[in-house]
């Protein structure tokens, strides 16, 4: 069965930078976008941006350009988000979630809490 | 950017109908999907393509997307349907969630 298994909570000071891994299982790593998703505590649901693995390609939301970089290590089945110049409004759940018949997200990782606290 | 809105709240007591709206500008003209998503949980697909419902999902849940407004209609809300809901769209590269709206079923 398909699997997505995130890397675990993080406490990070402001300014630094923090690294959230996604492991991939029970399908073809290369078939399928990777998305990010951000929900701050109390808060919505916010697209971050998809990578494919394939071919390594990214599309960005706007307003994380700059700041953000998706990657994988498609020898383990495994995708990376990193966030840089944290700042406390940051703080939020970041969750990993796959494409399914590329029309929506149809497997979401458990979730990592990433603290931005001085 | 684009923006989707929803409804902050919606009520419904049990076995009656409850529906969530999702409105954009020619929200018509794209695939809408919806999220269920219970505290302390990731979320759930239980709308995609504006009317399909993932396997596994109730046949209580339907989707409808016409003009600027998408509906997921859930019928005979139970008890365990209380959540947050999401819309959200696409483009070719870009993807926009709904701000969501909590369900109560009381």
């Known amino acids: 069965q398909v699997q997505l298994v995130q890397s675990g909570a993080e406490v990070k000071k402001p300014g630094a930078s923090v690294k959230v891994s996604c492991k991939a299982s029970g399908y073809t790593f290369l078939g399928y976008y990777i998305h990010w998703v951000r929900q701050a505590p109390g808060h919505g649901l916010e697209w971050m941006g998809r990578?494919?693995?394939?071919?390594?390609?990214?599309n960005y939301a706007q307003k994380f350009q700059g700041r953000v970089a998706m990657t994988s290590d498609t020898s383990t089945s495994t995708a990376y988000m990193e966030l840089t110049r944290l700042r406390s409004d940051d703080t939020a759940i970041f969750y990993c979630a796959r494409d399914f018949a590329g029309s929506f997200f149809g497997y979401w990782g458990q979730g990592t809490l990433v603290t931005v606290s001085s | 950017s684009y923006e989707l809105t929803q409804p902050p709240s919606v009520s419904v007591s049990p076995g009656q109908t409850a529906s969530i709206t999702c409105s954009g500008e020619?929200?018509?003209?794209?695939?809408v999907c919806w999220y269920q998503q219970k505290t302390g949980q990731s979320p759930v697909a239980v709308i995609y393509q504006d009317t399909k419902r993932p396997s596994g999902i109730p046949e209580r849940f339907s989707g409808s997307n016409v003009g600027n407004t998408a509906t997921l209609t859930i019928s005979g809300t139970q008890v365990t349907d209380e959540a947050d809901y999401y819309c959200?769209?696409?483009?070719?590269?870009?993807?926009?969630f709904g701000a969501g709206t909590k369900l109560t079923v009381l």
């Open positions: 990578l494919n693995p394939n071919s390594g390609d990214t």
């Open positions: 959200q769209a696409w483009d070719s590269t870009t993807y926009v």
């Open positions: 020619k929200l018509g003209d794209q695939n």
